[in-house]
């Protein structure tokens, strides 16, 4: 009997796949298997989507921004009128609440970050022309020449989706046409977007294959796919151990590749803010880590803490507030099976279980809210497996002995994309801040005072990037538009090159 | 009996280097060795080294501007005053004539990228500030953190020279100490410049090792050096072979390293050039592809004729040019040698020998100028080997059986830095033009029209770049101020800090 897959998108053509295999996404809720098969691609159907997509990159370099900007104009209108179909279908993927997340937070942000892209590609900001007229030498910005590969983390259905989410919205507004390969903890969710795009750009008539969509692929054909030579490059979002493994296959061939793969997100508490507002620290740092059950990029997941009075009556408090609330429901069983083993790893390393670290019991995917607790001379004696991330509502809180300490703990820090320190308001300690800042700043992409990490806001100043193992370069971010656009764009320089002859961007 | 080796600079000393090994430099034009003895540097020496880079790293962050701006153009006025014996090193060295190639024109060269990054440094362009000042989040380009590793080419002793070229002055604008790795075919020159540097930077009271200078290092620890988590970044200017080791070993740890490699520079010249200025022609390639002995990386090595009346004329004409010219002085042996496994490579791979192909009998190091021929048809079926760069006065010429053949060609094509393409100048063949102009533009940093690729103007709106394996990176130029300054900065992101915690950069 032929089983009937979710269609993949290939070349302007939505069709059966030339699949090698299948599977099903879950419902993390029900703890069960969503009856809706999806398609392993085929190394076959991937090349075909590259040859696609390199014939797109040529149309979409010369299509008018206007066209482009519009086209990711009907897509937000799109999405907006089509919410409650969406918000569902995520829910039902992800777990993640309907409302407010889904539907009042990260659809809106969803559609604000298409906005924003339609106005860079508008107004061609991120093309950043620079003209010698005297020397007859022009630069400017353009297309990388071939399809942006885009694979879409589990934890952000729509914002981060790789049909609809940062990674799309830079890469098209840079004029390259997109090859989604979906989470394939949401596929519906990225089908869904996958249509509306595809009706959108159709509606502007751009090129049928500026979106292609697959769902997932054997490891080896992912590997080929992000070093093809026709490929313009990847942006990936996801953990650390396949995006290493891409990362190589890239690399080898000298594609770009822009990864975003681990964070522990360092918070520095220093006693003066511990004996100002201690207890309101331990409230921020509760909802902070446990929101969404902790399953985002700059979850804190590493509190530095003074060894005195005040930083261990912080932990007391932590530790009660982390046991008395409900552990939210996972993305998905191999979420929950990461933090089992995470935590075992953390342990293993010398740190102390203060509270959870086990998963729930029940049908739907949870995880106790955990603590781990660790002395500053032990983190120092192991500091590569102390940084393991645990993705979910977990924190490892460091006791340490003396500013000197905290110094050391942070030279040993990996790279990170977020960084967080805690003082005194009137100033107290401002020449701890002042020692302590400069090792914590080294070490990440975006450095906050008096904040939790998590809420990355899409301001164009934001950096959502860091250096590696956070992300593969420090020197570009994934949000905020439009210099999360750079990604996806090679530097054009016309030497001599006649008048008529320059790209519209360099004569206007 | 001991032998006295030329000292290194390691935080901050002349001294005798911790050495593993020697070697000595070569007259090219005498055949001969130089009686220096340089040291090869031991792996103690290279962390020796990281670790003052580092610190070096902590307080160029903060040093004024201004002070780097004034070293930088210290440095350029001793570069001036020893301009003679600087002259008579590097010609000594590279064989490259004194007049007007080393005193009129690469030193001048060097000087000025000096004064352009002293500029760029002042005015803080390269930091590209992005405010927002509602959400309170400020971005802006730093520092590295940790000490930049410059491998320059041997083939510009001053402009690309690893103690003061392009490189160095990029990474010392935004405020990163260098390591210097000289080229081992001139590391008399090197040692000169990195004396005049480190005096400038006495002068100005910078870090003590804001300036280092090794010669060699065995092979695997080169790689370890890339690769440490002290260091910043790596500019490389050299082989394909070294790059991608040294690529390698970068990729796998994180750490940025941008490489010029290769590149055979396509230059396509139509029908309708041909028919109005061939001979004109003819004698702009012969000049291109044999100054400098041809040891450009922009030297034409490639170029792209009709099978018609008039390329095979363009053909004959080049082959009567070539034979006549005499042969320049090569850089090294190493560099002859090279020559001769190139043009091997070629022949085997299907391109028929026109003139030349052999080293020149007698003390200096010369080859003989060379043209190689091949089909459009032959090249399509071997376009991989056929893309060798045989680095000095060599080129194949492609005779293309039409257009359609041409675009075939350029879509077989590797990244390269430069493509030219030559046409009518009534715009006869602009149609053609216009087939031609897109697959190549995909496949090179700087398009030209009109003119050899040869001569890399120093202009803000220069891309000396393109995509792998041209260089590592298709977005990033080394040669431009303040563009290149680019790859030796970190995005960093300041949210909700508090104001006066701000970098200088930001509260301007």
């Not at 290939?10 to 796949?17: L, Q, V």
């Not at 803010?273 to 880590?289: I, K, N, P, T, Y």
């Amino acid at each position: 009997m032929s089983q009937s897959f979710a269609p993949v998108l290939i070349a302007g053509c939505w069709r059966e796949s030339r699949s090698v295999g299948s599977f099903h996404a879950d419902n993390p809720t029900l703890g069960e298997s969503i009856p809706i098969t999806y398609p392993v691609s085929s190394r076959e159907e991937v090349l075909e989507a590259l040859e696609a997509g390199a014939e797109a990159a040529e149309a979409l370099r010369t299509t008018d921004p206007a066209a482009i900007a519009e086209f990711l104009e009907r897509f937000a209108a799109l999405i907006e009128a089509n919410a409650g179909d969406l918000v569902e279908l995520a829910h039902t993927e992800s777990g993640l609440p309907r409302s407010p997340r889904l539907k009042d937070v990260e659809l809106p942000r969803t559609t604000g970050q298409l906005r924003q892209a339609a106005a860079a590609a508008r107004d061609g900001s991120w093309r950043r022309p620079i003209h010698d007229a005297a020397a007859n030498i022009h630069s400017v910005m353009a297309p990388l020449g071939g399809p942006v590969v885009v694979m879409g983390p589990n934890n952000f259905p729509f914002a981060f989706n790789s049909a609809s989410g940062g990674d799309f919205a830079a890469a098209i507004a840079a004029q390259n046409p997109v090859i989604a390969k979906a989470n394939t903890g949401h596929p519906g969710t990225t089908l869904r977007m996958a249509e509306l795009a595809h009706e959108a750009a159709q509606a502007v008539g751009l090129h049928p294959a500026t979106l292609q969509l697959m769902y997932r692929t054997p490891r080896e054909v992912g590997l080929e796919l992000v070093s093809h030579p026709l490929v313009g490059a990847t942006g990936f979002t996801g953990s650390k151990s396949a995006g290493l493994q891409l990362k190589a296959a890239a690399d080898r061939a000298g594609k770009p590749i822009y990864l975003e793969m681990s964070s522990v997100n360092p918070v520095v508490i220093l006693e003066g803010a511990l004996q100002e507002r201690g207890s309101a620290l331990v409230d921020e740092f509760f909802g902070s880590c446990t929101m969404g059950a902790g399953q985002f990029c700059t979850n804190p997941g590493f509190v530095i803490l003074p060894d005195s009075d005040a930083g261990r009556a912080f932990v007391e408090a932590a530790v009660s507030s982390f046991k008395a609330g409900t552990p939210g429901v996972l993305l998905g069983k191999g979420g929950r099976d990461g933090l089992v083993e995470a935590v075992a790893e953390l342990t293993a390393a010398g740190a102390t279980l203060l509270c959870g670290g086990a998963a729930v019991e029940g049908p739907a995917y949870r995880f106790q809210n955990t603590l781990l607790q660790v002395t500053g001379d032990a983190f120092l004696a192991n500091p590569h497996a102390l940084q393991t991330e645990a993705f979910g509502p977990v924190a490892l809180l460091v006791l340490s002995r003396d500013t000197a300490q905290t110094v050391a703990i942070l030279r040993h820090m990996e790279g990170n994309l977020t960084g967080t320190i805690y003082s005194d308001t009137g100033g107290a300690d401002d020449a701890e801040y002042d020692v302590v800042e400069p090792p914590l700043r080294q070490k990440v992409g975006r450095l906050i005072n008096d904040k939790m990490p998590t809420g990355v806001a899409v301001s164009p100043a934001m950096n959502h990037g860091g250096p590696f193992p956070a992300t593969g370069h420090a020197g570009f971010t994934a949000v905020g538009l439009p210099t999360s656009i750079v990604r996806f764009t090679a530097l054009h320089c016309y030497d001599n090159v006649r008048p008529a002859r320059l790209p519209a961007a360099l004569r206007g």
